[in-house]
């Protein structure tokens, strides 16, 4: 054979292995997208900052807990508070969440300039994260207000 020939046949090797590993690599990922469980809520944060006096409020929930903390800048006044949750309180908090709304909702300006306090949301799913900043006005904005209130009936009243 020629060595012509024989370089053809190498190269045509060679692009039908990149064409098999390409083809192969697409279909995997293919499965694993199909084949993946439904996007879940894996933790959500939500904040109050800002105010004359550095007011800060920050919750932070995960599947098995509550952080909360607050406290003044000002006055250099703080308190922690943490508690285990179980997968049925979890199951109650995330409820009020429409996952498939969350890409929906908008968020408003800041007023911490004008000595106001921000509100913050933060909720991670299996595949994405959401940030809203003061999102009242937005028509979504309900799932929000639902879970504070049953967040308030969780949290202690002594340090709300």
């Not at 306090?117 to 009242?136: G, L, P, R």
């Amino acid at each position: 054979m020629s060595a012509i020939k024989i370089n053809s046949l190498k190269m045509l090797f060679s692009i039908f292995l990149l064409l098999t590993l390409f083809s192969c690599n697409k279909e995997n990922s293919d499965k694993k997208l199909s084949s993946g469980k439904p996007e879940e809520i894996t933790f959500i944060g939500l904040s109050y900052v800002g105010g004359e006096q550095g007011n800060y409020r920050i919750i932070k929930i995960t599947k098995d807990s509550i952080h909360l903390e607050t406290g003044t800048n000002e006055v250099k006044k703080h308190k922690s508070w943490k508690k285990s949750i179980t997968p049925e309180t979890w199951k109650k908090l995330t409820s009020w969440f429409k996952i498939k709304d969350l890409s929906l909702i908008e968020s408003s300006p800041s007023i911490q300039s004008i000595d106001g306090i921000d509100e913050s949301f933060q909720i991670k799913t299996t595949k994405k994260s959401h940030v809203f900043v003061n999102a009242y006005n937005d028509v979504h904005y309900k799932q929000f207000e639902n879970f504070k209130n049953q967040l308030n009936t969780i949290l202690p009243q002594e340090i709300q």
